[in-house]
T-cell receptor
Framework: AQKITQTQPGMFVQEKEAVTLDCTYDTSDPSYGLFWYKQPSSGEMIFLIYQGSYDQQNATEGRYSLNFQKARKSANLVISASQLGDSAMYFCAMRGWEVTSGTYKYIFGTGTRLKVLA | EAQVTQNPRYLITVTGKKLTVTCSQNMNHEYMSWYRQDPGLGLRQIYYSMNVEVTDKGDVPEGYKVSRKEKRNFPLILESPSPNQTSLYFC?????????????FGPGTRLTVL
């Protein structure tokens, strides 16, 4: 079965510093996608970054980068130069074909709550 | 404006009273999905649809029904709600048939079943 694991329930980071949010995954599908979403206290889900399983380079979007280590099955999110507005819940997600159920599944981790300190 | 809309945003109901949460997208997306979010559990997929008249179960489909009669709409139906269905519900859509693209989320519906 597919699985996403986020082991950090909460993290603190000082403003302007970089922070890494961990995500590991498991799937038997060779073609999958990895995503990070941000959920501020207002509740909406905001897409941040995507990495395809066949992408050779790590994805980057502004201050967000995804440290993709395929052999280790990890897809960590790196936020550079943290800002107060980065305080939010962050979810790692994966999209792939689940052989056991014969369906496409989109699964999320349990999230990491990030607090940026002034 | 490209968006996914959900209604209602907030709903308090009683056990056993049938309800429908509507979801509509204006981006002509093929893939649509429903999730529930519970503290400590992240988001869990309830049902998804890869096209009109094509729906399939996610990880937690029990107690829910969906339909996809039109491309833009994907309502979530609770025939006989129970308190354990109290949750925050999100509808989402994405362009690709396999949903490999980013998902666009609705604003969420907070449901309380008494």
């Amino acid at each position: 079965a597919q699985k996403i694991t986020q082991t950090q329930p909460g993290m603190f980071v000082q403003e302007k510093e970089a922070v890494t949010l961990d995500c590991t995954y498991d799937t038997s599908d060779p073609s999958y996608g990895l995503f990070w979403y941000k959920q501020p206290s207002s509740g909406e889900m905001i897409f941040l970054i995507y990495q395809g399983s066949y992408d050779q380079q790590n994805a980057t979007e502004g201050r967000y980068s995804l440290n993709f280590q395929k052999a280790r099955k990890s897809a960590n999110l790196v936020i550079s130069a943290s800002q107060l507005g980065d305080s939010a819940m962050y979810f790692c997600a994966m999209r792939g074909w689940e052989v056991t159920s014969g369906t496409y599944k989109y699964i999320f981790g349990t999230g990491t709550r990030l607090k940026v300190l002034a | 404006e490209a968006q996914v809309t959900q209604n209602p945003r907030y709903l308090i109901t009683v056990t056993g009273k049938k309800l429908t949460v509507t979801c509509s997208q204006n981006m002509n997306h093929e893939y649509m999905s429903w999730y529930r979010q519970d503290p400590g559990l992240g988001l869990r997929q309830i049902y998804y649809s890869m096209n009109v008249e094509v729906t399939d179960k996610g990880d937690v489909p029990e107690g829910y029904k969906v339909s996809r009669k039109e491309k833009r709409n994907f309502p979530l139906i609770l025939e006989s709600p129970s308190p354990n269905q109290t949750s925050l519900y999100f509808c989402a859509s994405s362009e690709g048939l396999a949903g490999l693209d980013e998902q666009f989320f609705g604003p969420g519906t907070r449901l309380t079943v008494l």
